[in-house]
């Protein structure tokens, strides 16, 4: 019977291994370095992706939500579009205005003629 051969192992231990299976290890250990962070890369790149699509979601939710409200300004025709309803409303006003005084006037000239019909008679 054969007795199984014990190996010891040592600073001094000697391990004989052909060229080619060497320098496939090596090119392999550094095609698996390179994959490794060329994968961690990616990652990171997602993950920064994600973080400002994210923030860009709560932007246009708070824009989604402020604007109609008038609390982030308003665009130059909205401005302009304000300008004119200002004008159209002073002009509504004068026209009220004008519109009372032809009623008194009216009231007068029916006075008037009132008297007028009395001092006939």
Known sequence: MDEPQITRVSS??????????????????????????????????VEHNLEMMQMDMRLNSEFRIKWPRGELGSLPAD?????????IEKRLEAIDVMRHELNEYRVQIELLRERETRSAQ
């Open 12 to 45: 001094g231990s000697e391990i004989a291994i052909p060229l080619h299976n060497l320098i496939s290890i090596i090119a392999g250990v550094a095609v698996a370095t390179w994959a490794y962070f060329a994968l961690q890369e990616r990652v990171n790149n």
């Open 79 to 87: 401005a302009r579009q304000d300008l004119l309803l200002e004008n």
